[in-house]
């Protein structure tokens, strides 16, 4: 399984991005993705996850301006993010998990600042 982020970029606070995760290889065996991000300094800290049933699940700080979903004819999952704020600054991850291994992207780069 291979895992390939895109769709980062510098945006105002208040702005939106939208996040891609491009799956390859045995995308069959995928059972979840999920998205991480690293801020600047600090620890890689789980964002989302969309399960192979298409349940979801985010945490507190994100609830409401991010969303996760995919498209199966494209072995992609997105991650829509709104209302950036500075702290959303990090390297944001796709993790993708299959038969007991975890597959890491490279990540993508999301900077708020104005």
């Known amino acids: 399984v291979q895992v390939v982020e895109s769709g980062g970029g510098s945006v105002q606070p208040g702005g939106s991005l939208r996040l891609s995760c491009a799956v390859s290889?045995?995308?069959?065996?995928?059972?979840?993705i999920r998205w991480y991000r690293q801020p600047p300094r600090k620890q890689r800290e789980y964002v989302a996850a969309i399960a192979s049933d298409d349940r979801t699940d985010y945490i507190d700080s994100v609830k409401g301006r991010f969303t996760i979903s995919r498209d199966n004819t494209k072995n992609t999952v997105y991650l829509q993010i709104n209302s950036l704020r500075p702290e959303d600054t990090a390297v944001y991850y796709c993790?993708?998990?299959?038969?007991?291994?975890?597959?890491w992207g490279q990540g993508t780069q999301v900077t708020v600042s104005s």
């Open positions: 290889g045995s995308t069959s065996s995928v059972s979840s």
């Open positions: 993790y993708a998990w299959a038969l007991g291994y975890g597959y």
